[in-house]
């Protein structure tokens, strides 16, 4: 891009009001990586060369404030929805709707995307915790869940009022939020990290969610009774999986529950007998894949 382009992106920016509209979140969001990665970036790249630097730091200045600008727009919203999602106690279909004013939730996708911006200022705090816990060889470090899938995990699990959905290695409690306000049912999260713990447990407490529940304990060590729909972003391997593998099938012999996995883990609990595929066209880990115990 040219300087004149630059200028001319940086004065149809201040000037387009569909971009100050609340419901524009995703026009909002292009805007503001737009700004990020082609107009602030391009900027540095010219300043070193040039001879008018004034020129060029007057431009980068007008387009941190039209970002910020942006942003801000976003963080109200957010302020707003949580309010909403406070007082309404939207669980359900509500919910869903609410996003799709915003994003559209219907696309076929499967990566991280707008959703996943959409939902993160929705859901999380702030200031993300640090990990504080060195992991074992075989656990797996955090990596969130998509968005997108839990809304297709919130789909294909087909919940019934009666279940108690768990998250096995819950992370920063993102999956266990969702899937409550998606569905109604009571969720819990287990999670290892005691940052991360306290983090889910304090978002969830910060959208009046008291259905939600995050313990800080080893899967291995985990309290599954009332667990009826399993949910695992393949949070650790080998042993350690054998191991949480057992003691959920130990559960089955007490009632039917569901297994959903996403990542490589599927391949590994598509080996367990008890068990049968009911989706076994999503034997993949870039699927989400439901299995039922016998
Ligand atoms: C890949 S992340 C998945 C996070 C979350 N389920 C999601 O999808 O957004 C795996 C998580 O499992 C946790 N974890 C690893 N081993 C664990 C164990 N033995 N018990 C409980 N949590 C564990 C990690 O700390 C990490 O937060």
Redesign the pocket.
Known sequence: MTIFELQLYIAETEKNPALYQEHEFDKRIEAIDFIDFQVLGRIDELLPGTDQPDQLILLRNRAEKVKAKLEEIDVTLFQQLQQTIKAAGYTTNGFKNLVNEYVDTSSEETGYDNLDIFINGLSHLQTMPE?TRE??PE???????PARIVFELAEKAHFVKEDIFF??????G??AILVHLLTGIPTR?????PA?CDYAGDCAAALCLPDVIFTN????E?DYSEGTVF??????RGE?MQE?LAILKKESLQRKIKIIT??PCTARVALESWLYFATPEDNNMYKLAVFNSY
């Open positions: 990990q992991l074992e656990m797996v470090y955090y990596q969130k869940t998250d096995i290695g819950a992370g920063l993102q999956v999260g287990i999670e290892l990290e991360f304990v080893d899967a291995r985990a949910f695992m972003f393949t949070p650790f350690i949480v996403y990542g």
